[in-house]
């Protein structure tokens, strides 16, 4: 039963701390996106990546978020320093740019809370 | 500027009875729309879709409608189950370029037995 990998589960770090967020796409998908959900904003893209490549973080505050994949089974989403507003949930999906729907798959999330 | 609207964060409907959350967009480029159903503490999982081509789909109790001259979207469920309680997103993207899905902001919906 393949499916989207995301540890830690939950975060609950200090204001100024580095918190670093992991993913594991499914195997043979080739696009990974990252997307933090708030009650204001709902489901927010911050970054995705095709193939590896980074290919729009516009969704990104650039100075303090960074977003990587340092191979095909993993995917980083790291913040430093952070900060109280970047409390939320934030997901990963991957899925294949080979299918006409665009099906997402996702992960049961990250759940940070930054005091 | 939000491309995708959920205009009613919450809807309550009784058991046995239609739900119809509905989805507006903006931009009528969009070439697919697709429907996310998310439990408290889970990944939102896919649903169901719709191309722009078409008119209607339908998956069981699940039904999309598009109406692209009005730029919008519902999404009927028949009949209801508290089992489909959740939030549920309406979601958009174009085909060209593989652009990322763009999402509206949920509407909760509440099936009350």
Sequence with gaps: DARVTQTPRHKVTEMGQEVTMRCQPILGHNTVFWYRQTMMQGLELLAYFRNRAPLDDSGMPKDRFSAEMPDATLATLKIQPSEPRDSAVYFCASGHSGRADNEQFFGPGTRLTVL | ?113
């Design chain 2, 1 to 113: 500027d939000q491309q995708v609207k959920q205009n009613s964060p919450s809807l309550s409907v009784q058991e046995g009875r239609i739900s119809i959350l509905n989805c507006d967009y903006t931009n009528s480029m969009f070439d697919y729309f697709l429907w996310y159903k998310k439990y408290p503490a889970e990944g939102p999982t896919f649903l169901i879709s719709i191309s722009s081509i078409k008119d209607k789909n339908e998956d069981g109790r699940f039904t999309v409608f598009l109406n692209k001259s009005a730029k919008h979207l519902s999404l009927h469920i028949v009949p209801s189950q508290p089992g489909d309680s959740a939030v549920y997103f309406c979601a958009a993207f174009l085909l060209s370029g593989n652009t990322p899905l763009v999402f509206g902001k949920g509407t909760r919906l509440s099936v009350i037995a």
